[in-house]
């Protein structure tokens, strides 16, 4: 199982950015995945998840400004976030569980300017 996050950059706070997360090796329709982000000194923060059937859920810290969507045909999970803060600065990660197993994403910095 691979996953490979793109999309992070730097914005002024206000602005947006579109996460996406191609993953392979697995049946990726059948799975819930799942975006996380961390800053550095602290443990990973969960961002929000969404099912098989494209129930999402969300942190609070990101409710409202944030969707998590998949396209099941081209194996992807996106996150859109809008009216970005500073402190949505961090490093995001997508992740998937398979049977118990956690498999994660390389990462993709998201920096925020004030």
């Known amino acids: 199982v691979q996953l490979q996050a793109f999309g992070g950059g730097s914005v002024q706070a206000g602005g947006s950015l579109r996460l996406s997360c191609a993953v392979s090796?697995?049946?990726?329709?059948?799975?819930?995945v799942a975006w996380y982000r961390q800053v550095p000194g602290k443990g990973r923060e969960l961002v929000g998840t969404?099912?098989?059937?494209?129930?999402?859920n969300y942190a609070d810290s990101v409710k409202g400004r944030s969707t998590i969507s998949r396209d099941n045909v081209r194996n992807t999970l996106y996150l859109q976030m809008n009216n970005l803060k500073p402190e949505d600065a961090a490093v995001y990660y997508c992740?998937?569980?398979?049977?118990?197993?956690?498999?994660w994403g390389q990462g993709t910095l998201v920096t925020v300017s004030s």
């Open positions: 992740n998937l569980n398979s049977y118990g197993r956690q498999f």
């Open positions: 090796g697995i049946n990726f329709r059948l799975v819930t």
């Open positions: 969404i099912t098989s059937n494209s129930t999402t």
